[in-house]
Each structure stands twice: as structure tokens, then as C-alpha cells.
């Protein structure tokens, strides 16, 4: 946690954009290169690594909030260069994805196309706000507000794409929709403690 204090927000987002892009690249190598199964590979893998970024900066409050102190602080503290982590790298899954649906035709359904769109929709908005100037701009409530709305949304999407591979790739879904399962009973547990905390004082 101390290097991850001294680096920049700018390095730790062209990191994960370029760790990012070396993923996609393997996951074309291992299908046999330019193909619709190679870019079906590209955005799997871009997906389960932009997928430990959400976790990490969703889960960083709550941590915090209930052990407070130490590399949890360190964490609340990048949260937002965490989350613009999870956004470089998600984009890059956005360019995979968009290679096998209009390079290869790789068929996609209206539900897919429209709530992956909408979940795209609030990345870009909470990465573009992630900054002081927003945050003034649009009220630190309506600030909070729109980005509690993005991670729920963000987490629904998740949820419904790993909660679809439970019977073909249980090796898979079980740790990552535990992954989610437990960031939420963290958020949760840590509500009850800031309204217990409220209701003492």
C-alpha cells in the first residue's frame, strides 16, 4: 500500500488500460488470433479483470468505514484512481466486445445491447464526475447520489452476467458472484454502523 500511495492517479489508470489491452491481446493469441473466438476471449478476460477493479473501489468505503485505519484508508483514499482503473480497463472489454459484435457479427440480444449500453452509459458518467470540480459543481448529495446509482447499476449488470454462467462455468460464477456477494453485505454492515453511530449521538 505504499507504493500504491505515491503513484498518480494518471498511472495507475494508464496501468490498468494498458494491463488491460495486454489481456485482450492474450485473448486473442489463445484463440488463434484475428477471429470471432479471439475476440470473444479478449472480452472475456477484459470483463473478469475490470471486474476486480469495480470490487475494489465499490468495497473501499464500506472497508474504511468499519476498520478504519491502515491499507483500508490507503484504499478510500484512491478510490477514485481506482475507479477510473475500473473504467480505463472497462472500456478496453467495451472494444473487445465491439470487435465481435461488428467485425465478426458475433449475435448479441436487445437486453444485452441495451442494459450493457446503460451500464456503459453510467460508467461514463461517473468517470467523467470523478473529480473535485463535479463534485462542487453538481453538490457533494446529488455527487454521491449519481454515483451510488452507477455502482448499484454497475453491480445489477455483473450480477446477471455471472448469475448466467452458474450452470456452464460454476468453476467461475461461484467465486465471483461470492466476490459480489460479499461487497454488499460489507456496504450493508457499514450502514448499520454510521445509523447506529447516528442514532447514539
Keep these: 500500500m505504499t507504493a500504491a500511495r505515491r503513484l498518480s492517479t494518471s498511472t495507475i489508470v494508464a496501468g490498468s488500460a494498458l494491463l488491460a489491452v495486454a ?92 442494459g450493457g449500453g446503460f451500464g456503459y452509459v453510467m460508467v461514463a458518467l461517473m468517470a467523467l464526475t470523478s473529480n473535485d470540480w463535479s463534485v462542487r459543481t453538481l453538490g457533494p448529495r446529488n455527487w454521491k447520489l449519481l454515483h451510488t446509482i452507477g455502482g448499484v447499476v454497475i453491480a445489477g449488470i455483473f450480477f446477471t452476467s455471472y448469475l448466467g454462467r452458474l450452470e456452464d462455468k460454476p468453476w467461475l460464477a461461484i467465486p465471483t458472484l461470492s466476490l459480489l456477494a460479499g461487497a454488499v453485505l460489507l456496504k450493508v454492515a457499514a450502514a448499520l454502523k454510521s445509523a447506529a453511530r447516528t442514532r447514539a449521538a
Excluded at 90 to 97: K, N, S
Design 23 to 114: 489481456i485482450a491481446v492474450l485473448g486473442f493469441a489463445l484463440e488463434g488470433g484475428w477471429s470471432a473466438d479471439g475476440a470473444a476471449a479478449a472480452a472475456r478476460l477484459t470483463a473478469r479483470f475490470s471486474y476486480f477493479w469495480f470490487i475494489t473501489a465499490w468495497s473501499a468505503s464500506a472497508l474504511a468505514k468499519l476498520w478504519p485505519g491502515g491499507w483500508r484508508t490507503v484504499l478510500l483514499r484512491r478510490r477514485r484512481a481506482i475507479g477510473l482503473g475500473f473504467a480505463a480497463a472497462h472500456f478496453v472489454h467495451l472494444g473487445a466486445l465491439l470487435i465481435a459484435v461488428l467485425v465478426f457479427a458475433t449475435p448479441r440480444s436487445l437486453t444485452t445491447i441495451y
